[in-house]
């Protein structure tokens, strides 16, 4: 932040941004990174995970960033989430409400002037809500309330659907009580920013989309385009929805016409669940050092999606690298595409599967999507234009 004095900041997030597997890993990763290079920034992360790589730790620390990981193990913090919360409290909250965290946190505030803290997603905003001597921005990302209600909706078992109608109701309350704690809130859309709205009309909300590296997803003209993709981080329960009705629902319209095309599900962590898609035709490429060669190799980038908020990172890796994207209204929030110029919608497993064949039978059309999709990324979703708008934002803070 050029003419601006050094900050320093104190960043919390849930997760250990590294490796950049995960939309909220990316963008606190690459938020952190920006901050850092004119700020003294402090981290304190959560861990969670059976082994941890030391080189993730000095990615982090070679930003200079000074680091405080706290371990959290799964199983203890899942059972601490539903037999010890308090009533009303949101499970996807208490479940990262760890004494450890709040200890360090504490220990650090007690010890430390910061000019500035910031809590990265709701799950982390109780450990500086309360702080009244410090200026806070809650990077929300996306409306919780709104993610809930469609979760459940779209849930498939008794016991998904019941869980997160719980949090549903719980964040009614929850989120608009926290979001005026904070100096300002960002999310990454506005259809986000409206619907938190109605719930705490007096908050100060930011729009600071999600952005993604368009210098190195790009197109590679050289490389054959034969087979249908979804990228995603594959433990998650709705991206095992979206695999299953690819592959049930949408793939079998396709292979009728396209019998040897082949589906490329790449990601990270996959269940044991969405392995059973796995067949001759459906291939499954796990934990993968890039999706880059996956994403320049595909024909089509198909995405049904219906249950979640925010904005959705693999299609902008997809659209950068000119990947013709087939995905619904929601899908297409916040990256604001234009059907059939950069982007292609539909609601139905079969809207979807006549959108893609249509996509796979016209390289006309094929061209145009890839090229205006590349170009929309480029000037809508870079990191360049994200970390301008965080600049922006401290200034308002700074004046606030």
Not at 168 to 179: D, I, M, S, W
Not at 261 to 269: E, M, N, P, R, T
């Amino acid at each position: 932040m050029p003419g601006q004095e050094k900050k320093n900041i104190l960043f919390l997030t849930c997760r250990f941004p590294y490796p950049l597997h995960g939309g909220d890993r990316i963008k606190s990763f690459h938020l952190i990174k920006h901050l850092a290079k004119n700020n003294k920034v402090t981290l304190v992360t959560f861990f969670q995970g059976k082994e941890f790589n030391n080189e993730w730790k000095k990615v982090i620390e070679d930003l200079g960033v000074e680091l405080h990981i706290v371990p959290l193990k799964p199983v203890k913090a899942g059972l601490h989430s539903i037999f010890n919360n308090p009533p009303n409290y949101p499970l996807e909250i208490y479940y990262y409400k760890q004494k450890s965290f709040q200890k360090v946190v504490d220990d650090l505030l007690s010890k430390n002037k910061y000019d500035l803290g910031i809590s990265f997603f709701l799950r982390t905003a109780d450990y500086l809500k309360d702080r009244k001597d410090l200026k806070k921005i809650l990077i929300a990302e996306d409306c919780r309330i709104l993610y809930q209600q469609r979760s459940y909706k779209e849930s498939t078992t008794l016991l998904q659907k019941m869980v997160r109608y719980y949090d549903h109701k719980a964040l009614q309350r929850f989120e608009p009580k926290t979001v005026k704690y904070f100096n300002y809130v960002t999310l990454v859309t506005n259809d986000d920013i409206d619907e938190l709205k109605k719930y705490a009309p007096d908050g100060k909300y930011y729009l600071l989309t999600n952005g993604t590296e368009t210098d190195y997803f790009v197109p590679n003209p050289e490389i054959e385009k034969k087979h249908i993709i979804f990228t995603g981080k594959l433990s998650l329960w709705a991206n095992y929805l979206m695999v299953e009705k690819i592959v049930n629902n949408i793939m079998p319209l396709i292979w009728k016409k396209y019998p040897n095309v082949k589906l490329l599900v790449v990601g990270a962590s996959p269940s044991r669940e969405v392995l059973k898609f796995a067949s001759e035709k459906v291939e499954f490429h796990q934990n993968v050092k890039s999706f880059l060669p996956y994403l320049q190799s595909a024909i089509a980038f198909i995405h049904p999606h219906k249950g979640g908020t925010g904005i959705q990172n693999k299609l902008l890796e997809a659209m950068s690298c000119g990947v013709p994207v087939i995905t619904t209204k929601i899908g297409n929030q916040g990256i604001n595409g234009i059907h059939r110029e950069s982007i292609m919608l539909g609601e139905t497993d079969v809207e979807l599967a006549k959108l893609a064949l249509e996509v796979m039978d016209n390289k006309e059309l094929s061209d145009k999507l890839s090229k205006n999709a590349r170009e929309l990324i480029v000037q809508t979703h870079s990191w360049e234009l994200i970390n301008k708008d965080l600049d922006k934002l401290l200034e308002l803070v700074d004046n606030n």
